[in-house]
């Protein structure tokens, strides 16, 4: 079956050598897993739009602060950061996210959130119209990174996180998952 396909390609004019099954079960399948670390809560200004540039339609979402709440973190989202996004002329946007956390027990954490949201056309209308759209119907992953002082929340310096965002008319939620 395996040259059956191999020569299939090849007629195709791909040029393409395919690894035997044998090949792909020799690579270590690592046992990769996510552990929520918290929910953020942050809501949002009114874009301001930058206008049409050559990469696309650029545009800043001011910050105006929230919560945030894990089994071992807590605290707020402080006013100040924003979200600045280049919408491509294929739909997508490109996120890039700065903002600060102030944990309860007064510990700054500086956080740079980049990621893509996309979705059909119509769902994406919804939600630039501030409609309530179900998560499921758009992509919106982010991968923050992290940067604070040494102490009770340098765990956040030390793993690599990717998250979920949900995009509501009063807020966006974000929920940061730590890959294991």
């Known amino acids: 079956m395996e040259n059956t396909r191999r020569d299939f390609i090849q007629k195709l004019g791909y040029g393409l050598v395919v690894p035997s099954t044998n090949m792909l079960s020799t690579i270590a399948k690592p046992p990769l897993g996510l552990e929520l670390a918290f929910e ?3 809501n949002v200004g009114k874009p301001i739009e930058v206008g049409v540039t050559p990469q696309g339609t650029r545009r800043i979402i001011p910050i105006l602060g ?44 500086y956080i740079i959130n980049k990621g893509l949201r996309h979705g ?28 604070t002082n040494e102490g009770k929340y340098d765990w956040l310096m030390r793993s690599v996180f990717v998250a979920k965002g949900i995009r509501n008319p009063e807020n966006v939620v974000i929920e940061v998952w730590k890959l294991l």
């Open 40 to 42: 953020m809560h942050i």
């Open 66 to 109: 929230g919560s945030f709440k894990g089994e071992k973190i807590q605290g707020t989202v402080l006013e100040g950061g924003a979200d600045w996004q280049l919408i491509r002329k294929d739909g997508v946007a490109e996120i890039e996210a700065k903002y600060t956390l102030k944990t309860d027990d007064g510990t700054l954490i």
């Open 120 to 147: 059909p056309p119509e769902v994406m209308k919804r939600l630039a119209k501030g409609e309530k759209v179900d998560s499921s119907e758009y992509y919106f992953r982010t991968t923050p990174v992290f940067e």
